[in-house]
């Protein structure tokens, strides 16, 4: 399939409280590490441009991504060469602190309020279009925290709340007090954990659902199979790409890249059209530094799927659910 930058990415209604978004997202966070080394300022919003003018409105970020806040920071910087207006700009807080083995995590009242002042100044706008908990506080009544983000709204700081990684019971609370516009959570075709209880509740509530991760973390652009893993990636230290798993990966990915090719499409296109067919209230977040890769994302949009395909596609991962 040739990847032409005239494809036109659809606009769907992200929850039902009235924000719309391109049908794909951007995940920004790698632009400033994680998975690989991060990029300039200068290259960042490069893509993040790019994504724009190809039709990629949405871009989700948070204030614990790259080093001293360097993701907002960045993010301000292509901000200012795009129309605000045009752009959906989600950012999260909540996350102090990450070593890898444990999470610091914060949502009282107080610093709430000062997450997003903080977020305000580094991404220099005057409102932030989705505002989310990274992770929910339980030391902390989700109606506390969520009463300090209602203020926020009311106060035009923030337009929409957002939850990330959180229960059905806390959504429900959380819903109470203020809606919900968006729930994030890992969704791909090898983490699929929330279709059993978590998907159905946001449906029931009109909370849309934005799907980090929808590449497997790089599983199905071939990340430990047909590439190596970069020396700066944390991925080494996951599960799923260390020891005997490394070897089933290049026999699922193989498998994968067969039936892919069946579509006329690459392992990528095919795993983020699969999620683009589980509803117009999922939206892929895939994070890219490479120009190829952006345009081969956008490419998905268009890759169609029968019942029978989707059935197909999913029994290939029934263990990873």
């Known amino acids: 399939m040739e990847h032409k930058s005239q494809i036109q990415v659809p606009r769907v209604k992200l929850g039902t409280q009235g924000l719309e978004v391109s ?23 490069s893509i993040l441009k790019e994504a724009f ?14 080093e001293n806040h360097d993701n907002e920071i960045m993010i301000g910087k292509a901000l200012k060469q795009l129309p605000r207006e045009q752009v959906q700009l989600a950012t999260k807080f909540g996350v102090v602190s990450i070593d ?59 337009k929409y709340i ?23 959570m890992e969704y791909s075709l090898w983490t699929r954990d929330i279709e059993e209880d978590v998907l159905p509740l946001c449906r ?45 990966n290049k026999i699922l990915y193989a498998q994968f890249a067969d039936l892919a090719a069946k579509h006329g499409c690459s392992p990528p296109q095919l795993a983020l059209a699969w999620l683009f067919h589980q509803g117009n209230d999922v939206i892929p977040i895939p994070g890219t530094t490479k120009i190829k890769n952006l ?16 059935k197909e596609i999913s029994m290939q991962f029934p263990s990873m659910k």
């Open 162 to 184: 957002g939850l990330s990684e959180a229960s059905v019971d806390t959504i429900r609370r959380a819903h109470a007090v203020h809606p919900i516009t968006a729930l994030e």
């Open 23 to 45: 049908r794909l997202g951007f995940g920004c966070g790698g632009l400033s590490g994680i998975l690989n080394a991060p990029l300039s300022h200068e290259a960042g919003c």
């Open 100 to 158: 890898w083995s444990c999470m610091e995590v914060k949502g009282t009242p107080d610093y709430v309020r000062q997450c997003c002042e903080a977020s305000l100044k580094r991404l220099d706008v005057d409102y932030i279009d989705l505002f989310y908990t990274h992770r929910v506080d339980i030391s902390v009544p989700i109606e506390d925290t969520m009463g300090e983000l209602k203020k926020l709204v009311e106060e035009g700081k923030i």
């Open 53 to 66: 003018h190809k039709g990629i409105t949405f871009f989700d970020t948070s204030d614990i991504y790259g």
């Open 295 to 310: 345009d081969a994302n956008i490419g998905s949009v268009v890759v169609k799927l029968t019942h029978d395909d989707l």
């Open 204 to 248: 029931e509530l009109g909370i849309g659902i934005v799907a980090y991760s929808p590449l497997g973390r790089g599983f199905f652009g071939g990340k430990a199979v047909v590439e190596n893993l970069p020396a700066e990636s944390v991925l080494s230290m996951h599960p799923r790409f260390s020891g005997e798993n490394l070897e089933k």
